[in-house]
């Protein structure tokens, strides 16, 4: 048959036991060859499902008593393992409001953590998450807003992990805070989720060292 591969399956005649009468017989089959199937590469989520997906499952959230002064950081710390949480500068007015609202905000889930501004993940500090790890947020006086992180680092040691170190990484955004009394908001994924501290206090960054 032309245009087809063919495989030739046969089978030689054969009895099945003397006097049975079972027999097999030789036959020719032609299989035409599979068509090739390319595969689909991977579509990186738009910048709106991004969005969309960031604004949806939160399970609580609050915000601080206090606003969030000049020349302050915010200092928390979450559960290992935690599915998310987020902590964002907002007006006193933005209870209730979607993430993607928010000026500046830091999120810490099973991917790591990072900086999502306005809607957009401006840069990821660290894909990893590990117990240890304290996030501090600055507002500095002249409004510009740094993410400060640092991470316990471990290595195996015959099979155990074992803290060797820690290790900082630090981003300050290009955006300038515009709200004139912003106050702390957190977020809360999973029932499970803990912010297990958190605190102001009165300080500027210091890179490389607080």
């Not at 002064?69 to 987020?86: A, P, V």
């Not at 990072?114 to 507002?139: C, H, K, P």
């Amino acid at each position: 048959m032309a245009g087809y591969d063919s495989t030739v399956f046969s089978l030689v005649n054969n009895v099945i036991g003397p006097g049975s009468g079972v027999t097999f017989e030789t036959e020719l089959m032609y299989v035409p060859p599979r068509p090739y199937i390319p595969g689909t590469p991977a579509i990186p989520p738009t910048p709106a499902q991004i969005r969309y997906l960031k604004n949806k499952g939160w399970n609580t959230s609050a915000r601080s008593v206090n606003p969030f002064l000049k020349d302050t950081y915010y200092n928390f710390t979450c559960s290992t393992g935690i599915e998310g949480c987020c902590i964002g500068i907002g007006n006193r007015t933005f209870t209730g409001h979607n993430l993607s609202q928010f000026q500046h905000a830091i999120i810490c889930n099973t991917d790591g953590i990072e900086v999502f501004e306005s809607g957009e993940t401006v840069t990821i500090l660290t894909n990893q998450q590990t117990s240890g790890i304290d996030i501090r947020v600055y507002r500095d006086d002249d409004e510009t807003i740094h993410y400060v992180v640092t991470a316990t680092v471990y290595v195996s040691i015959h099979g155990s992990l074992m803290p060797i170190g820690e290790e900082t990484f630090v981003y300050k955004s290009l955006t300038a805070n515009t709200i004139i009394n912003p106050y702390i908001f957190g977020f809360i994924y999973s029932g499970g989720d803990k912010i297990l501290t958190s605190s102001y206090n009165s300080g500027k960054v210091v890179y490389g060292s607080f």
